[in-house]
């Protein structure tokens, strides 16, 4: 018998949603080409980190985009937000238009809401 310890040195964090603010699409695709989508999310504290992007596709071209960060429970944190940018690589492999939504926070009434985007596909012409 063995085991194994996950000792993190009493670090302990949670992993949070990242309100997205921004995004900044192209306003057409061309197939098989490689874009940088730019986001701006919004980081609520010193305390936050960055941990990448989830990905959840609906059909073939709808895209669900949620920025992931990682929070240190330390009540030490300042609540100051501040706008951040980071980036994805998206290459385009259909030629129907493609639908993303980036989750930008939870209204008033509990519901996830989005910034959404709904980006044609120029295929070359023979």
């Known amino acids: 018998m063995s085991s194994c310890s996950l000792d993190n040195n009493g670090v ?25 989508i730019k986001v701006t999310y919004i980081r609520p504290s010193n305390c936050t980190i960055f941990e990448g992007f989830d990905f959840t596709k609906s059909q073939t071209t709808g895209i669900t985009v949620v920025a992931v960060g990682s929070v240190l429970d ?14 994805f690589t998206f290459t385009c492999n259909y030629d129907n238009p493609y639908i993303f939504r980036f989750w930008s926070g939870i209204n008033e009434n509990g519901n996830d809401e989005f910034l959404e985007y709904e980006v044609p596909v120029i295929a070359d012409s023979p």
């Open 12 to 36: 302990a964090f949670h992993f949070v949603n990242l309100q997205i603010a921004a995004v900044e699409m192209p306003a057409t695709f061309a197939l098989y080409e490689t874009y940088q």
């Open 74 to 87: 330390d009540e030490s944190c300042a609540k100051i937000p501040d706008e951040v940018v980071e980036y």
